[in-house]
């Protein structure tokens, strides 16, 4: 079945240092999704990828989706300690799916950041 | 606006009790969902809900039964509680929206 699978499972930063999550799906997506669980909450949607090739920023983060609409990025540029949570990518769970049916999550990525 | 209320938030039963986890959403979503979150894991879902009346299963739905009692709620049973049910649950709704999630509840089976 299909498989969406996220590197590193964990990052420790200081404050101020860049961060990179990396995902990649052994499937074609039609679109991608991330979010966000910060330290005892419940995931909330950062953002949604469509396009090949699609880069998209929020203030400090940037997300990348690959050409082949494979893989995905996200990076953090000069991380805080409000950065800190664990981030997951997401892609629908069938080929072709409706952008917001089933999903299947990454293992996700635990961003830690030292003051 | 509460979104999506899950309850209760924690909950601690012994092996072979039987419990039922509530989740209500107010933003008028077809399709809910139920996931459990284990440390390395992800979020990987159980059972689904496209819209009123309908169910189907997830990755994991061994062990749990579902209710979609209405638009607004949807229900996830524990018939007979094993320690390796022993996890977060998220319930979710969507609509035309990306999911939104409830709060959790943290469930540990002894």
């Known amino acids: 079945g299909q498989q969406v699978m996220q590197i590193p499972q964990y990052q420790h930063v200081q404050e101020g240092e860049d961060f990179t999550t990396y995902c990649n799906s052994s499937t074609t997506l039609s679109n991608i999704q991330w979010y966000k669980q910060r330290p005892g909450g419940h995931p909330v949607f950062l953002i949604q990828l469509v396009k090949s090739g699609e880069v998209k920023k929020q203030k400090r983060l940037t997300f990348q989706f690959g050409e082949a609409k494979k893989n995905s990025s996200l990076h953090i540029t000069a991380t805080q300690t409000t950065d800190v949570g664990t981030y997951f990518c997401?892609?629908?769970?069938?080929?072709?799916?409706?952008?917001?049916?089933?999903?299947?999550f990454g293992q996700g990525t635990i961003l830690t950041v030292h003051p | 606006n509460a979104g999506v209320t899950q309850t209760p938030k924690f909950q601690v039963l012994k092996t072979g009790q039987s419990m039922t986890l509530q989740c209500a959403q107010d933003?008028?979503?077809?399709?809910m969902y139920w996931y459990r979150q284990d440390p390395g894991m992800g979020l990987r879902l159980i059972y689904y809900s496209a819209s009123e009346g309908t169910t189907d299963k997830g990755e994991v739905p061994n062990g749990y039964n579902v209710s979609r009692l209405n638009k607004r709620e949807f229900s996830l049973r524990l018939e007979s509680a094993a320690p390796s049910q022993t996890s977060v649950y998220f319930c979710?709704?969507?609509?035309?929206?990306?999911?939104?999630f409830g709060d959790g509840t943290r469930l540990s089976i002894l």
């Open positions: 933003m008028n979503h077809n399709s």
């Open positions: 997401a892609g629908p769970r069938q080929a072709g799916g409706t952008s917001y049916g089933k999903l299947t």
């Open positions: 979710a709704s969507s609509g035309f929206q990306p999911q939104h």
